[in-house]
């Protein structure tokens, strides 16, 4: 897109708190005077294969956590951080994290290089992933962990988590566990929703007509040694941050969930946008029937094509009713239901963020690559009269990956204090410096300055290590802090004599995966903080 075009499309304006998530809204607010004191330039970095996390000049990092490190005396944070979540303390010098584990390196987590895995090797597995809770503090300009807070605490597959519905999931209302545990959000109240995504590769997956499980080529093997239904994984779950409490909400419907984003109506209701992260899968909206709860509402499925949300309710769909026996069953066969009624294959549907400018929906598109679509895009939706319960919209592309971009695949989206928008690439570690990804190396995070002398365009500020995705990025609520997930470093390593990254320690060390903090005067000139 021609950058005139493309600036006028991104949108100026005041910042408006309205719009903002729970950890900016409750800060200072903000106005027209800090945005346009943004003018001086920002000296981006160029694609890298190093195996290092590169940043651009003015920004700095120090690894916060890492995977085995002890968060407390029972609990050590897991592997492949993915989302994070920061919910402030007191002062401005105290917090909890809530980190996603979203997968394992089993070479690195449970020495499993080949062959059968040991119900020993599967335990240490399924006890790396879900999510750590974690209270940090800044001293000296640095934050640490505070290993003594009784909050620290693991979530994960072993973990019994109720459904929060009134019928039985395969006979029961619970699930053991949480897992393949990717992005997610915060809703008004504070708590934090974790979305599983490919719970395909843990328990299989059931054909629906036959009954039969099947097992997907990246299986993890743990079905061998547990028998748990693959209905159980699939859905978004609320977690509490202070007591480590969870349900598992069913009305928000089952597929690979990779986000879920709130956002809070006039009457308190709220709406909840998700996204299925695979080839040709569908856009979700949730709106609440009743204020502060997940439990009822109505499950709708984009329509792109004719800028319309569809009702996912069997009561209002004759072709649900024909084909389902209730409601749970199209929860559970999601996918099928949202085909039925007309959703539009999209792809790869991952984060979703809403402008805290324009009010409007951003969607990041990864790739569709059985369709020639390599590079992926960011998809905008206006809900009709800027209404999120609204079931018309227009849906137009919003930025395109390719080589005259300088981006692929995004992935993971922010915002800061000033309506900047920042995002992660995820190109698979298989096809990173390969074609047609060559150009762009290493996995990079982005920003686009919405004013100022580079208003509109994408700099590169980071390159993450060998094999490594750059995820969940979240800022503090001053905005001198970026919290960002290196995951997987080396994850196509297949000996120890030839591992693939050193990441974090260099030498000969394994890699391991970390949570980064991030600072420095770049965020401050970018926000017009300083």
């Not at 920061?86 to 394992?104: A, K, M």
């Not at 069997?314 to 209730?326: G, S």
Request: charged share 25%; glycine share 10%.
């Amino acid at each position: 897109m021609e950058r005139r075009k493309f600036i006028e499309f991104l949108g100026k304006g005041v910042v408006t708190t309205s719009l903002l998530p729970p950890f900016i809204s409750s800060c200072n607010r903000i106005g027209s005077e800090r945005i346009f004191k943004i003018n001086s330039m920002t000296k981006g970095i160029s694609p890298t294969n190093a195996d290092d996390l590169v940043l651009a000049e003015g920004l700095t990092y120090e690894v916060l956590l890492t995977f085995g490190q002890k968060i407390s005396d029972k609990d050590t944070f897991g592997s492949d951080n993915d989302y994070i979540a920061f919910v402030p303390g007191d002062n401005e010098n105290e917090g909890t994290l809530w980190v996603n584990h979203e997968s394992v390196t089993s070479i690195f987590v449970s020495r499993f290089t080949g062959g059968e895995k040991t119900k020993e090797q599967v335990d240490t597995e399924m006890y790396n992933m879900g999510g750590s809770i974690v209270k940090i503090k800044k001293e000296n300009g640095s934050w640490n962990i505070d290993y003594n807070n009784p909050v620290n605490r693991r979530l994960n597959a072993f973990t019994e988590i109720p459904f929060n519905w009134d019928s039985q999931i395969k006979g029961t209302t619970k699930a053991i566990g949480t897992l393949e545990n990717c992005a997610g959000g915060i809703t008004p109240w504070g708590t934090i929703l974790t979305c599983e995504e490919n719970y395909h590769n843990c328990f299989g997956e059931r054909n629906f007509e036959t009954g039969e499980i099947k097992y997907s080529s990246w299986s993890k093997q743990w079905h061998k040694h547990y028998d748990r239904p693959p209905e159980h994984y699939g859905w978004v779950v609320e977690v509490d941050p202070a007591t480590g409490k969870a349900e598992k909400h069913i009305a928000l419907g089952r597929c690979a969930h990779e986000c879920a984003t709130v956002v809070e109506l006039e009457d308190k209701r709220i709406v909840v946008y998700t996204g299925d992260d695979k080839v040709d899968q569908c856009i979700y909206k949730f709106i609440s029937d009743e204020p502060g709860s997940m439990k009822s509402g109505t499950l709708y499925v984009a329509n792109t094509d004719e800028g319309k949300w569809i009702s996912l309710n069997i009561d209002e769909q004759p072709i649900l009713k024909e084909k389902f026996k209730d409601q749970t069953e199209v929860l559970i066969r999601l996918r099928e239901a949202a085909a039925l009624v007309g959703g539009t294959p999209q792809a790869r549907p991952e984060d979703i963020e809403i402008d805290p400018v324009t009010g409007n929906v951003l969607v990041a598109l990864t790739n569709n690559k059985p369709k020639n679509d390599y590079f992926g895009e960011i998809l905008k939706i206006e809900e009709k009269d800027g209404k999120y319960d609204s079931l018309e919209f227009t849906a137009s592309t919003f930025l395109t990956g390719g080589e005259e971009m300088g981006f692929a695949c995004p992935d993971n989206l922010a915002f800061d204090k000033a309506g900047n928008l920042y995002f992660t690439c995820d190109i698979s570690s298989s096809s990173m410096n390969k074609p047609p990804y060559e150009s762009f190396k290493n996995n990079g995070f982005f920003v686009v300055p919405r004013t100022g002398p580079q208003e509109g365009q994408v700099i590169q500020i980071a390159s993450g290590p060998v094999d490594s995705e750059l995820t969940g990025p979240f800022f503090t609520p001053d905005g001198k802090t970026l919290f960002l997930s290196v995951q997987h470093p080396g994850d196509r390593t297949k000996s120890y004599d030839a591992m693939t990254s050193h990441w974090p320690d260099g030498g000969n060390a394994e890699p391991r995966p970390s949570v980064v903090a991030i600072s420095g005067p770049l965020l401050d000139q970018l926000q017009g903080l300083s």
